[in-house]
């Protein structure tokens, strides 16, 4: 199990910048990866940006180019800078990790457990 830990947020102008910052907790051993999404109201929960253990990082297309994000895979922390805010950039955000978990004795199939873990979220309010 996987607790995260996130700060930042707040009520910005379009055009500042912001910064979020996120700590994984527990069982970081099984992060398979580690980043950001975000959920506007009436809209639908949507990658903002994802650090994978094994491959590149991922981003959003509405915010590729202006946002980025950072690890600190030794204190599994996570941070996302958030640049050229715009008030369609407005959500809450979540911090967020996947982890993997094989289980299985020598003979017995081994079992994959997938889970996702969630932040509580911060709000981010980008005014005109």
């Known amino acids: 199990q996987v607790q995260l830990v996130q700060s930042g947020g707040g009520l910005v102008q379009a055009g500042e910048s912001l910064r979020l910052s996120c700590a994984a907790t527990?069982?970081?051993?099984?992060?398979?990866?580690i980043g950001w999404y975000r959920q506007a109201p009436g809209k639908q929960r949507e990658l903002v940006a994802s650090?994978?253990?094994?491959?590149?990082?991922k981003y959003g297309e509405a915010v590729k180019g202006r946002f980025t994000v950072s690890e600190d895979y030794r204190k599994h922390t996570t941070d996302l800078q958030l640049n050229a805010l715009k008030p369609e950039d407005t959500a809450v955000y979540y911090c967020?990790?996947?982890?993997?978990?094989?289980?299985?004795?020598?003979?017995?199939?081994?079992?994959?457990?997938?889970?996702?873990?969630w932040g509580k979220g911060t709000l981010v309010t980008v005014s005109s």
């Open positions: 967020h990790v996947h982890t993997i978990v094989i289980k299985g004795i020598t003979f017995d199939k081994p079992t994959v457990v997938e889970e996702d873990y």
């Open positions: 527990g069982d970081t051993a099984s992060i398979d990866s």
């Open positions: 650090i994978p253990n094994d491959g590149p990082t």
